[in-house]
């Protein structure tokens, strides 16, 4: 519960980091080369996030074609195991050789 009184809970540090910015809101020597500053970072950020964007885009598009191609060559290598599979078993099971292979 808070009645207004003064929190002597707090420390030095609290205090002496609230007067450096109090003193750096005060600066009116250094106030236009901040915002010079700020607006100038502000169009770096503008600038870079299309190229951001547009080169994550190249690296996704480049990785998502990779995981494609090694998607299809592991269904082929499945589908060619077990089509593999299936003749050797087919050859196992039946009596004449000739009438299995000639099934497909």
Known sequence: MNDGTIDFRKTADYYQ???VVVRKEADLERFSLYLFNVTRSAVKVVFSIPLFYLSLRKITDFQ?????KRQILLHQNLISFLKQAVFVNEVRNTQDLYKSLYIA
């Open 17 to 19: 980091s609230y007067s």
């Open 64 to 68: 998502t074609k990779i995981l494609v």
